[in-house]
Structures are given as structure tokens and as C-alpha cells.
């Protein structure tokens, strides 16, 4: 199994970007999906995830301004990050919760390889 993130960058504080990463291989079902960030000297937390149900989770620090959503069909989900600010510079991580085509189907957890999201002042 393979996550693919994309759509990091650089941006303008107040301006906006899409992040995309799409779950590949070995599926059967994927329980939850989410994003994470970890900026330099700080540990890894919580973005946002989002069950298969559609139930989403979001941190406090991004409510109202981030958006998860996923498409079930295709595997993939996406954080739209909106009214950015300088203090959501990191690299983000896509992160699933897998059930597998084989036994043991898990669930597993997976990472994805991060993109980087800078936000200028």
C-alpha cells in the first residue's frame, strides 16, 4: 500500500492551498483518513481526519478554516486549507487506516511521504 501526497507550496499568508493524497495497493477498505503536520522543532499533530462515514475530527487551530473531505470511490482525501497563516508552516502528512486484501486484513495505519506547506508573511 501507497500514499501519494501533492499539492504543498508556498503561499501568501491569508491565501489558500489544496492538499490531495491518494491510497493505492492492496485495499479493502479504509476506516479513516487524515492529515497531520509537523513543523520544525515540534512534534507531529493533528490536522484533521475524517471516518468512512463521512464523521470529521479537526484541531482546534484550523477549525473554520480547513476543510477535509475524501472521495471513497477513488481512495483519495483532501485537506483545502483556507485563510492560511505563517504558524501552518510544516510538512504534512497524509495518514489511513487500511483493511487489506489478505489475511491478517489489519487494520494497518499508513503514512504518506509529506509535503511541505509554507506560508509567508
Known amino acids: 500500500v501507497q500514499l501519494q501526497a501533492s499539492g504543498g507550496g508556498l503561499v501568501q499568508a491569508g491565501g489558500s492551498l489544496r492538499l490531495s493524497c491518494a491510497a493505492s495497493g492492496s485495499i479493502l477498505n479504509i476506516n479513516s483518513m487524515g492529515w497531520y503536520r509537523q513543523a520544525p522543532g515540534k512534534q507531529r499533530e493533528l490536522v484533521a481526519t475524517?471516518?468512512?462515514?463521512?464523521?470529521?475530527n479537526y484541531a482546534d487551530s484550523v477549525k473554520g478554516r480547513f476543510t477535509i473531505s475524501r472521495d471513497n470511490a477513488e481512495n483519495t482525501v483532501y485537506l483545502q486549507m483556507n485563510s492560511l497563516k505563517p504558524d501552518d508552516t510544516a510538512v504534512y502528512y497524509c495518514n489511513a487506516v487500511i483493511l487489506l486484501h489478505r489475511l491478517p486484513p489489519g487494520p494497518y495505519p499508513y503514512w504518506g511521504q509529506g509535503t511541505q506547506v509554507t506560508v509567508s508573511s
Open positions: 475524517i471516518l468512512s462515514g463521512g464523521n470529521t
